[in-house]
């Protein structure tokens, strides 16, 4: 069966061990906002550790995700795209993907579930990965036929109780400031973009 996931940014590791590991992956475009998820927010290692990059978004209470729209009143853009690169500019693979994503921090979308979805397709034609994506019509609170993983892949949620997946996201892999703080799992594909390359999808893969 297919996974399917919410619209998230810059998603982390546990998400994308889904994408690697199926051949399709279903996206909903239709759900409700839920606030404090990583559909608006994404995490990377600093040189003073674990950073959340929050986009900012103007929305409703119950509005479909598809509705909600970002929030430019701030500095957002700039404030993520120096904190990436003050965390990875050292990176092995930093320059090789540095002008694809910086992209995203100078042009403005007006609809977050769109801004989310090109970067994700960027990562994935970096990456080399082709999977073929679609997107819910409509909105099913139990669907079947399906691993519902919407609300699964969670901040608040430990990716440890999902055994499958731990057993690869638990795996150490190089990471600019692993000395500094020890291998910290599960951040958003970024760190493991920069600091593995091409050889990222490989360590997502069940063995």
Not at 93 to 100: G, I, K, L, P
Not at 164 to 181: D, H
Request: no cysteine; charged share 25%; hydrophobic share 35%.
């Amino acid at each position: 069966m297919a996974p399917l996931l919410s619209s998230h940014y810059l998603p982390s590791l546990w998400y994308f061990y889904y994408l690697v590991n199926s051949e399709k992956i279903i996206v909903d475009r239709h759900e409700h906002y839920v606030k404090q998820s990583y559909r608006n927010r994404t995490q990377i290692l600093s040189a003073n550790g674990k950073l959340d990059l929050i986009i900012p978004v103007i929305y409703k209470n119950n509005q479909p995700v598809d509705e909600v729209r970002i929030s430019y009143s701030e500095k957002w853009q700039r404030n993520h795209w120096r904190a990436i690169y003050s965390a990875y500019r050292s990176s092995p693979y930093f320059s090789f993907f540095e002008d694809e994503l910086k992209v995203f921090y100078e042009e403005e979308f007006e609809l977050l579930v769109d801004y989310n979805s090109q970067l994700l397709k960027t990562i994935l034609k970096i990456m080399r990965m082709k999977k073929e994506i679609t997107f819910t019509s409509s909105f099913e609170k139990n669907p079947e036929s399906v691993i519902d993983l919407r609300e699964k892949i969670h901040p608040k949620l430990s990716f440890d109780k999902d055994a499958e997946a731990a057993k690869i996201l638990s795996q150490p892999y190089y990471q600019t400031f692993g000395a500094k703080f020890g291998f910290t799992p599960n951040l958003s594909i970024l760190d493991l973009l920069f600091n593995k390359g091409k050889e990222a999808s490989d360590y997502l893969k069940r063995k």
